[in-house]
Nanobody, 124 residues
Framework: QVQLVESGGGLVQAGGSLRLSCAASGRTFSSYNMGWFRQAPGKEFDFVSAIRWSGGSTYYADSVKGRFTISRDNAKNTVYLQMNSLKPEDTAVYYC?????????????????WGQGTQVTVSS
């Protein structure tokens, strides 16, 4: 069992930056692939980024590639999402998720544990 708590969301102007953090409980965090997803009002639940348990491989949605960076610190049981050059279309609730399958994937159904979400609002 893993519990995830996101933080770092907020209101920022277009072009600004935010860093989201996701703190995990449990000793198995370092063996899980981790991901970030987001959902804007009235829109689908979208994949944002994922990172392998070792940190050695990362995936990004095309919409955030080159602007967002995912990273993790297994010693701190934390995964991060650095978001730069933010756009109004990045406005959404951002969710951290843990994938215990060992398979790197963008498929939300492979992520078993989810945080409660943190709101990111980008003003134009």
């Amino acid at each position: 069992q893993v519990q995830l708590v996101e933080s770092g969301g907020g209101l920022v102007q277009a072009g600004g930056s935010l860093r989201l953090s996701c703190a995990a409980s449990g000793r198995t965090f370092s063996s899980y692939n981790m991901g970030w997803f987001r959902q804007a009002p009235g829109k689908e639940f979208d994949f944002v980024s994922a990172i392998r348990w070792s940190g050695g491989s990362t995936y990004y949605a095309d919409s955030v590639k080159g602007r967002f960076t995912i990273s993790r610190d297994n010693a701190k049981n934390t995964v991060y999402l650095q978001m730069n050059s933010l756009k109004p279309e990045d406005t959404a609730v951002y969710y951290c998720a843990a994938n215990p399958t060992g398979i790197m994937t963008t498929n939300r159904n492979m992520f078993r544990y989810w945080g409660q979400g943190t709101q990111v609002t980008v003003s134009s």
